[in-house]
């Protein structure tokens, strides 16, 4: 089965989609380095946010066109 081991979630109508760069600290050899790091947060129409380093979102282009979920960055023209 393809998504065995993946976190899947079905039927959740996502409102806005985000790519999120974090800085974050790692120590190594007795020094701290700043590391970048990228994200995606998900958030619902409920309020729920999921964060994840990749997500496939599939939804008719109508979706898309009426821009019914929010992506930050923005899509550009040539893909909807």
Do not use: A
């Not at 120590?27 to 129409?45: G, N, Q, S």
């Not at 979102?57 to 909807?80: A, H, M, N, Q, Y």
Request: proline letters at 2%; zero cysteines; charged letters at 45%.
């Amino acid at each position: 089965e393809l998504s065995k081991g993946l976190d899947v979630r079905l039927n959740q109508t996502v409102v806005k989609v985000e790519s999120i760069i974090e800085e974050k600290e790692k120590e190594r050899e007795k020094e701290k380095e700043k590391e970048k790091e990228r994200k995606i947060r998900i958030t619902t129409k409920e309020g729920k946010v999921y964060e994840s380093k990749k997500v496939i979102v599939t939804v008719p282009l109508g979706v898309l066109k009426r821009r019914l979920i929010t992506f930050e960055p923005s899509l550009s023209e040539g893909k909807i």
